[in-house]
């Protein structure tokens, strides 16, 4: 379309002759001030350059007489300016910008069939009812006053945009509209393409009609009540929304969105379903993902697709159910805070349960507003479990070497012991006479036989003296071989704090 208009002008330029030249007509810009300063570009049907209007005085603006304006259309900061008019214009192939016009309550336009760059109105509160072209077609053969670029529409007085010829393209720039205290629907029901769509601060109960959109750079409504955006399949940046009044956005066909998404403070939305969307972010934008301050919002999903989230997922409010299923990838950190008192946290890990979640141990939350205290159960990954300096591990491992020779050593001993009491003859067994203890006669307390000392105190029984100076210390059973048991029971034990078996992660569910 652009390279249409192109040829049109270099068709035109090529073909006129002195008028295209007409000095008067050609200029940089055209700058008015007065009503006779717009009065002297009467002669020229085709204008190339910019014009721009800016007084504290003009309170009524014509522009007679002009056609085609090569250039720009920029009306601004005019305070007294109530009307303006251009009768003939019928083409401006760049800008028509009207801004800070307190007191402009006329607009008429009824030649006018395109805007190829951008229309935009700012801060003209009092204009309700703009006249613009309603009969006839364009160019390009569209009905009406047609934009082939951005518009924006901010802070004026009109109710309806339905003058614009909305039914009956496709394309558009990025469209604004905000601001405008009166207007209740935007209804472009042919619009399959756009940049940015922003609506936000608008009417009460305004609505937003958008049935055959399918791809927007970004989406962003604020204080919208009732939408249809049914076909829309790709969102290339951010979705955004906050404090609309309706109770559900349900996008089935949406599937992509490059940037962040965020839906916050919505007081009546108790449905967010976007069940074909695969990913958040993922691309050069940062891709967060926000749930906050949506009072009426208490399960989370209808997000069974979604695997990764590009940034920060934050999601807080009165959640009682949380679901995502199919989530992978949460690469910038997790974190749930809901007001809903017996919301599970400790079984908060179940919600990737496609994840290893250990990899992301040290950066999701779960909590609920009552404590604000996390306390979903964190994996440790293996390699940095307990923080063990390295300089403490080589230590221990010595130690471990060093006991471990000493242990064998013991053993060693003990073995050669055990040869050599091999060959030492069998003692005859010790009496307990031998020994200072004589037998009574008769039964001791629970049935044992009752002993009793014998000799006097102090006094050396005879069976010690006589054995004192043989093999009275071979006789001692030599003391079990602890150490090697010992060490190995050690290790199992460091075994057992440090290191974690991946299979805990294998037996999560799906939902909390
Ligand atoms: C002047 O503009 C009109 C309206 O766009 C157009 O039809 C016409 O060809 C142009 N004439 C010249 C001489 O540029
Ligand atoms: C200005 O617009 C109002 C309605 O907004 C209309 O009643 C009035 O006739 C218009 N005045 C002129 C001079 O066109
Ligand atoms: C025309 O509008 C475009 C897009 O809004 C803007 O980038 C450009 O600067 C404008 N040109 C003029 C002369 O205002
Ligand atoms: C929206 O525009 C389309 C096409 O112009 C029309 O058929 C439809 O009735 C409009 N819807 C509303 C609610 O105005
Ligand atoms: C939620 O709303 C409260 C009160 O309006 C506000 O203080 C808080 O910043 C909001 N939180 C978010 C994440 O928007
Ligand atoms: C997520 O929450 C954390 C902690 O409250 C905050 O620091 C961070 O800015 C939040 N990120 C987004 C994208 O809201």
């Known amino acids: 379309m652009q390279y249409a208009a192109f040829a049109a002008a270099m068709m035109v330029a090529s073909a006129s002759g002195s008028e295209a030249q007409d000095a008067i007509c050609t200029q940089d810009t055209h700058a008015i001030t007065t009503q006779s300063d717009a009065d002297s570009l009467g002669s020229c049907n085709n204008i190339t350059g910019l014009i721009t209007v800016q007084s504290d005085t003009l309170t009524s603006l014509t522009l007679n007489g002009i056609h085609r304006l090569d250039g720009s259309l920029i009306i601004s900061s005019c305070a007294a300016l109530t009307e303006i008019s251009a009768p003939q214009l019928q083409w401006i192939n760049d800008n028509l910008t009207l801004s800070s016009l307190p007191q402009l309550t006329n607009l008429s336009l009824p030649a006018l069939e395109t805007v190829q760059i951008a229309l935009s109105w700012a801060s003209i509160p009092s204009l309700t009812s703009p006249n613009l072209k309603t009969k006839g077609v364009d160019a390009y053969g569209n009905p009406g006053t047609n934009?082939?670029?951005?518009?924006?529409?901010?802070?004026?007085?009109?109710?309806?945009?339905?003058?614009?010829?909305?039914?009956?393209?496709?394309?558009?720039?990025?469209?604004?509209?905000?601001?405008?205290?009166?207007?209740?629907?935007?209804?472009?029901?042919?619009?399959?393409?756009?940049?940015?769509?922003?609506?936000?601060?608008?009417?009460?109960?305004?609505?937003?009609?958008?049935?055959?959109?399918?791809?927007?750079?970004?989406?962003?409504?604020?204080?919208?009540?009732?939408?249809?955006?049914?076909?829309?399949?790709?969102?290339?940046n951010t979705l955004r929304l906050e404090e609309n009044t309706f109770q559900a956005f349900e996008m089935d066909q949406l599937n992509a969105i490059g940037g962040d998404v965020i839906v916050r403070g919505n007081p009546m939305l108790n449905r967010f379903g976007l069940p074909a969307l695969t990913e958040i972010g993922g691309g050069i934008y940062s891709g967060d993902f926000v749930i906050a301050n949506n009072s009426a919002l208490t399960d989370l999903d209808g997000l069974g697709k979604l695997t990764a989230v590009d940034g920060t997922t934050n999601l807080s409010g009165n959640l009682y159910k949380v679901s995502l299923p199919a989530m992978d990838n949460m690469s910038d950190g997790f974190h749930l805070l809901t007001t809903a008192p017996d919301f599970n946290c400790s079984g908060f890990d179940r919600l990737f349960y496609s994840s290893d979640i250990s990899k992301y141990s040290d950066r999701y939350s779960c909590a609920t507003s009552g404590t604000r205290t996390d306390t979903a159960i964190h994996y440790r990954p293996p390699s940095s479990g307990p923080a063990i300096p390295k300089a403490t591990k080589v230590i221990i491992i010595i130690v471990c070497i060093v006991a471990a020779l000493l242990a064998t050593g013991i053993g060693l001993r003990w073995w050669a012991k055990r040869r050599r009491r091999g060959r030492v003859p069998e003692e005859p067994p010790i009496s307990l006479g031998e020994l200072g203890v004589g037998e009574e006669e008769g039964e001791g307390v629970d049935g044992l036989p009752a002993y009793r000392r014998m000799g006097k105190p102090g006094e050396v029984p005879p069976g010690y003296k006589a054995r004192e100076s043989t093999q009275t210390r071979t006789q001692i059973p030599p003391p079990p071989p602890a150490r090697p048991k010992g060490i190995r029971g050690t290790v199992a034990g460091w075994r057992r704090t440090f290191i974690r078996l991946p299979s805990r992660h294998g037996e999560t569910a799906n939902v909390v």
């Open 147 to 236: 934009i082939y670029g951005d518009l924006t529409i901010s802070d004026t007085g009109i109710e309806t945009l339905d003058f614009f010829n909305f039914g009956s393209f496709s394309r558009a720039g990025d469209v604004s509209v905000t601001g405008n205290k009166d207007m209740k629907l935007v209804n472009l029901s042919s619009l399959v393409t756009s940049s940015l769509l922003e609506f936000a601060d608008n009417g009460q109960s305004f609505q937003v009609l958008l049935p055959k959109l399918t791809t927007a750079d970004g989406l962003s409504l604020q204080d919208v009540m009732q939408l249809n955006i049914s076909s829309l399949t790709t969102i290339s």
